[in-house]
Structure formats: structure tokens, C-alpha cells
């Protein structure tokens, strides 16, 4: 295989660390600025949320997405290949669930947290709303780290 194989991969393995290392530490920090109960701090994590999902998870998503389908194009593998077929529907459905509920529902909470930071009140609907996050958002990280899997192993049935 020639070098373009490998650059491509690189920059396929760039996009991934950007993606998935973006999301894990979001998760964790936006949840640990909730533990404190802070509006303040909580606004502050919640606008550091939407600004680096933007950049990094959207980011990161783009690279490994153009990377990988390019080299996959520019060295005939087959996107129907049962373990890219996996690998593509799995990082489709994590994507369907950041832009039908993750994105918006950060939106909401962004314009919670811009009210809150000031009255220092947060309303339970934030609260239900980092519930909806909790849940969708694990389900939407664990399918790309699924991925994992199928990029390392190629399981062929």
C-alpha cells in the first residue's frame, strides 16, 4: 500500500481523537459543573459545551468522516464491506441523535443557563433536560466507540 493509505488513515485516527475524546471530556466536565449546583459555573460549562461541540465533535467528525470515505474511495475498499456497512451505520445513527436531540437540546439549555447565570435560579426544566442529555448522550458516544471494533478487528461476517 502506498503512503496515501497511511496520511489518510493518520488524519481518519486525527478526526477520531478529536470526536470521541471531545465528547468523553464534555460529558464529564458539563456533569461535574451540574454536581455543584453553581448557576455560574454551570452556565459558564454549558457555553463551554455548545463552543466545543461545535469545534471539536463537529470538527473532529467532518475529518474522520471525509478521510475515511476518501480512502476508502481512493483505495477500492468496498463501502459495503460488512464491517464498514457497520462502522457507517453506527456513526449515522450516533450523528442522527446529536443533531435531533443532543444539538437542540443544548440549545435549550444554553438559553437556560444565560437567564440563570443572572438570577441564580436554575428551573427544573434544565434539570429534565440533563437527564434527556445523560441518556441520549451515552447512547450517542457508545456507538462510535463501537467503531472501534469494527475499524481494528474487519470482522468479515
Not at 469545534?55 to 477500492?76: C, D, K, S
Amino acid at each position: 500500500m502506498d503512503n496515501s493509505y497511511l496520511w489518510l488513515k493518520t488524519i481518519h485516527l486525527l478526526g477520531v481523537v478529536l470526536f470521541l475524546g471531545n465528547i468523553i471530556v464534555t460529558a464529564w466536565w458539563k456533569n461535574m459543573a451540574d454536581r455543584t449546583r453553581n448557576p455560574k459555573i454551570i452556565a459558564f460549562a454549558q457555553r463551554q459545551v455548545t463552543i466545543t461541540d461545535y469545534i471539536f465533535t463537529g470538527g473532529g467528525a467532518l475529518i474522520l468522516f471525509v478521510a475515511g470515505i476518501y480512502n476508502a474511495n481512493v483505495h477500492h475498499l468496498f463501502l459495503g464491506s460488512k464491517w464498514l456497512a457497520n462502522a457507517l451505520t453506527l456513526f449515522t445513527i450516533s450523528g442522527l441523535i446529536w443533531v435531533a436531540i443532543l444539538i437542540p437540546v443544548q440549545m435549550k439549555q444554553a438559553k437556560m443557563a444565560k437567564v440563570f447565570s443572572v438570577t441564580e435560579i436554575i428551573p427544573d426544566a434544565y434539570w429534565k433536560l440533563c437527564a434527556v442529555w445523560n441518556i441520549f448522550g451515552i447512547t450517542a458516544t457508545l456507538l462510535p466507540m463501537a467503531n472501534i471494533y469494527f475499524m481494528v478487528f474487519k470482522p468479515i461476517s
